[in-house]
């Protein structure tokens, strides 16, 4: 069972980091009550900074693609099984600029999904 972490009412921090959240994907999730919860929980460990990198990496990444788009929200991003390696994480297009990186089955393939 995963226990949701109720964070302070009128945390700045959580604020910052969910209207940033909302300001990349059009979207209007609440700085308090559970979404804040995810939020709070990972800004206290990793600091608004890494939080906010997570969303911009994220919606790089998820925000072209319809069914991946769904998971820019709080619970997902903020989930703190999953956040660690999103923090971790080379971002798609630091993948795409490296130029020892092969190519995916899908290129090779010419699969352009």
């Known amino acids: 069972m995963v226990r ?6 009128h945390c700045p921090d959580c604020r910052a980091v969910v209207d940033h ?6 979207r209007r999730y609440q700085a308090e009550g559970k979404s804040a919860g ?3 929980a990972r800004h ?7 939080c906010i990198e997570v969303i911009d990496r994220k919606v790089r990444d998820w925000s072209a693609h319809p069914r991946w ?6 619970e997902t991003l903020f989930n703190a099984t999953k956040f660690d ?3 971790n994480q080379a971002s798609t297009t630091d993948r795409e600029n490296d130029p020892d990186r092969l190519p995916t089955m899908a290129e090779v393939m010419g699969d352009s999904r």
């Open 44 to 50: 206290e460990t990793y600091g608004v900074p890494a």
């Open 4 to 9: 949701i972490i109720a964070g302070p009412k």
């Open 38 to 40: 995810y939020v709070h």
């Open 69 to 74: 788009s769904n998971f820019l929200r709080p």
């Open 85 to 87: 390696a999103y923090v």
């Open 21 to 26: 959240l909302n300001l990349k994907t059009g």
